[in-house]
């Protein structure tokens, strides 16, 4: 990407950046072949063409960072901080994010045709599995990506919040495809979420009452015809729709079954697919109960890709409704959580109105309150998944 600025005059300029994303930056200008400068002139550049400024970005612990950009425009660029009521650091990081989020590493592009795909799982209910799904969906959605959102949990939770009816027992639904009943084409099932803020670009796929019975009916399927592997049924219900869309985030529902076998295979890395891209992601808390339920879903995982000799990449834990007000349990399993390691732990949210009172008003998060702190976890969750 060249500079829109030709060679001449440059100047100095001293601000300040989270570590976490001058290294980043840092990172993808290599990756990229583009000097520093070059790269924070088009940031700044296009944060300043947008018609406001864009979501916020955490510039805690923010320290020294200079670059070298054309006379004049670092002037330029503090009106229009001023303009906007951020400060320097807060539009420097806003530019910077802004621009790392437009230009994606080149190692964690999709292969061709494939989607990344996202298995938001947990047996345990209750840790915020939609929360999360429907967040990470909408923060790809926000930045441009087509997404589409699967409510894979009968209990409907996200087709709910999102006022999306479910479909009712023996129609067409997900189910009926997974064990190849369906009737019609599973296209004409995905809903558009209406949503200015999205562009249509985030769908979501109904819950189906169905599902209750799902891992029964991949069973019975699987006997009545042999050859079907119970594992690829998700797949290939969905592949049809896979041309459609960059990401397919998918709710799974509080279970160890079959259902999250066909999940988890899903969710695999697929052959000339970089590592990292599509796999699961883990809602947890900070409580002893979430660590053993955690467990089981870590042997699930094992068994599965041991008995069909799968890579499926662990995309991060995410530590969800913490307050350390809770003593002692929550902040030594916090801690816990973190010394993991490998999954690393992508955000903590903690347990904030915001999320709650838009499920009430049946609204995205992003949309509903989309500069909360629960929203920017979205947003982090997203990048460092991908």
């Not at 929550?330 to 347990?351: E, H, M, Y």
Request: negative net charge; aromatic residues 6%.
């Amino acid at each position: 990407m060249a500079s829109p600025y030709p060679d001449g005059d440059r100047e100095k300029v001293a601000s300040k950046l989270p570590p976490a994303l001058r290294q980043e930056l840092k990172i993808r200008a290599a990756e990229l072949g583009l000097d520093i400068q070059d790269a924070v002139t088009t940031a700044v550049t296009d944060w300043q063409q947008l018609p406001g400024a864009t979501p916020v970005v955490d510039t805690a612990g923010s320290d020294s960072f200079s670059t070298w950009l054309p006379a004049g425009l670092y002037d330029a660029f503090k009106v229009t901080c001023t303009e906007r009521d951020v400060s320097y650091t807060q539009g420097l990081a806003q530019s910077v994010r802004r621009w790392l989020d437009a230009n994606p590493s080149p190692s964690h592009r999709p292969a061709t045709g494939a989607p990344q795909r996202k298995i938001v799982c947990n047996q345990k209910g209750g840790v915020g599995k939609t929360a999360v799904s429907a967040g990470i969906a909408q923060a790809y959605a926000e930045e441009g990506k087509r997404v589409l959102l699967v409510d894979y949990d009968p209990q409907g939770h996200l087709s709910e919040q999102l006022a999306i009816p479910q479909i009712q027992p023996g129609h067409d639904s997900l189910v009926s495809h997974m064990c190849e009943e369906g009737k019609g084409d599973l296209r004409d099932l995905v809903m558009v979420i209406d949503d200015p803020r999205f562009e249509k670009r985030l769908h979501i796929l109904p819950a189906c009452f169905d599902g209750f019975l799902l891992d029964a009916k991949i069973a019975i399927h699987a006997m009545n015809k042999r050859g079907a592997q119970k594992e690829t049924a998700l797949e290939r219900a969905l592949a049809p729709l896979e041309a459609d869309f960059d990401v397919i985030v998918i709710d799974c529902p509080p279970s160890l079954g079959i259902a999250m076998d066909a999940a988890l295979y899903y969710g695999r890395r697929r052959q000339g697919e970089p590592s990292g891209v599509s796999g699961i992601i883990i809602p947890v808390l900070a409580e002893d109960s979430s660590a053993t339920a955690y467990s089981m879903l870590a042997g699930q995982i094992e068994d599965i890709r041991s008995d069909l000799g799968l890579d499926i990449d662990y995309l991060g834990l995410v530590v969800n409704l913490y307050d350390s007000r809770r003593g002692f349990v929550a902040t030594s399993s916090l801690k816990q959580w973190r010394d993991i390691g490998d999954p690393r732990v992508l955000a903590v949210i903690g347990d904030l109105k915001e999320q709650r009172e838009a499920v009430r008003m049946t609204k995205p998060l992003l949309s509903y309150a989309p500069r909360s702190d629960q929203a920017e976890a979205m947003r982090q969750i997203a990048r460092l998944a991908s």
